[in-house]
């Protein structure tokens, strides 16, 4: 029980340590607090406010389980002597003094928490992917000079621990799943390989800043299986000559930015080149691309083109940054064709088997 001392010296009791805690709204935090291994019976709590008007928050003698009450919940680990208190969808006036306290008879044993919860950080949401395709994810965080340790979750069971000690961030890699930490930008990009409609779930990016809490982000992966697109598209094309390039994408995409990246070897996306409007070519360096709305088709071409040319990846950008791969292309280069040699057909750089056009003011091309 908390009891009121009108003494200046106790005018909070029982408090043996404090913390402070970053969080960000729409999010969540995870707070730690440890107790004295003679009170594991006790009620552990969590209360907002200043002590002599702390309101609880969650309370509850539940062990080794976790115990939910609205955004809140607790979990009393009896093993390790040390409770974690979770809140998710944070809010801006979610700032304000808490306490992690122990309910016992006399004064409570409690842990000072003092949250600040900002708006800066991005809250990543709901992503679409599609079956056979990849994903990238993009989550901002505001904490630049800190050196976190990160876990990408689907369950309590399925993470994987993400550690940067280097200046130099690097991908990490386990089995379908890549991370990137860009500690100096506060980015964390999260890539999905060869994904499949089992791949649909909740997932947590989690920031453990101290022992003593972390942030994290939660977010809805949604795969679907679009029969509107293909997977893959194999290409043929002569060393130094061009091949052309035809993608379809989903019609709940048509408003989206679309994108041709270029992947070299363990680098996901070496190089991109983009295009925001519709019916307008895009040139960049040796791409052309030509997004057609009303056809849901991306249409380019690549020209001088060499070895290092054997994958690129059509896709699609959400307003939120990331990008869905749709189709994989892969291009088989071939020595160049000697000048006594027949020119090859033009139609043989063409993937698709159905006949369609897409015309701009300058130029019309056919798809074959």
Not at 141 to 166: G, H, L, R, W
Request: glycine share 6%; net charge neutral; hydrophobic share 30%.
């Amino acid at each position: 029980m908390k009891i009121i001392w009108t003494f200046t010296l106790l005018m909070i009791p029982g408090v043996v340590s404090s913390m402070s805690v970053t969080g960000y709204s729409g999010g969540g935090v995870m707070i730690t607090c440890k107790y004295d291994k003679r009170y594991t019976d006790n009620k552990k709590y969590f209360c907002k406010g200043q002590w002599s008007q702390c309101t609880d928050q969650i309370k509850t003698d539940i062990k080794d389980k976790w115990f939910d009450a609205g955004r809140f919940s607790l979990y009393d680990d009896t093993s390790s002597s040390v409770f974690t208190v979770t809140i998710r969808d944070l809010r801006e006036d979610d700032s304000d003094t808490y306490y992690c306290g122990v309910d016992k008879y006399g004064i409570d044993s409690s842990t000072e928490v003092n949250l600040k919860v900002l708006t800066a950080g991005q809250q990543i949401g709901t992503v679409r992917g599609y079956s056979g395709g990849n994903v990238l994810i993009n989550y901002k965080y505001e904490m630049k000079n800190t050196n976190p340790v990160i876990e990408v979750c689907k369950t309590a069971d399925q993470c994987f621990t993400v550690i940067n000690t280097n200046r130099r961030a690097e991908w990490k890699h386990d089995r379908r799943f890549s991370v990137y930490n860009d500690r100096s930008a506060g980015l964390l990009l999260l890539f999905i390989r060869d994904l499949n409609e089992n791949d649909s779930g909740e997932y947590k990016i989690i920031v453990k800043v101290s022992e003593d809490y972390s942030f994290f982000s939660e977010f809805n992966l949604d795969i679907k299986k679009e029969d509107c697109c293909v997977k893959s598209i194999s290409l043929s094309a002569s060393a130094g000559g061009s091949v052309n390039i035809s993608c379809k994408y989903p019609q709940s995409h048509i408003h989206d930015v679309k994108f041709l990246c270029w992947r070299s070897g363990a680098d996901l996306c070496a190089k991109e080149t983009s295009v925001k409007e519709s019916r307008r070519w895009r040139d960049e360096g040796k791409i052309r691309l030509y997004d057609d709305r009303e056809q849901q088709l991306l249409t380019g071409s690549i020209s001088h083109v060499t070895e290092e040319d054997s994958e690129y990846w059509c896709g699609v950008q959400s307003d939120q940054g990331h990008k869905i791969f749709i189709t994989r292309v892969l291009i088989n280069v071939t020595e160049a064709t000697s000048p006594s040699s027949p020119p090859p057909s033009s139609s043989s750089s063409f993937s698709s088997s159905s006949v369609s056009s897409v015309e701009s003011p300058q130029q019309r091309m056919c798809i074959k």
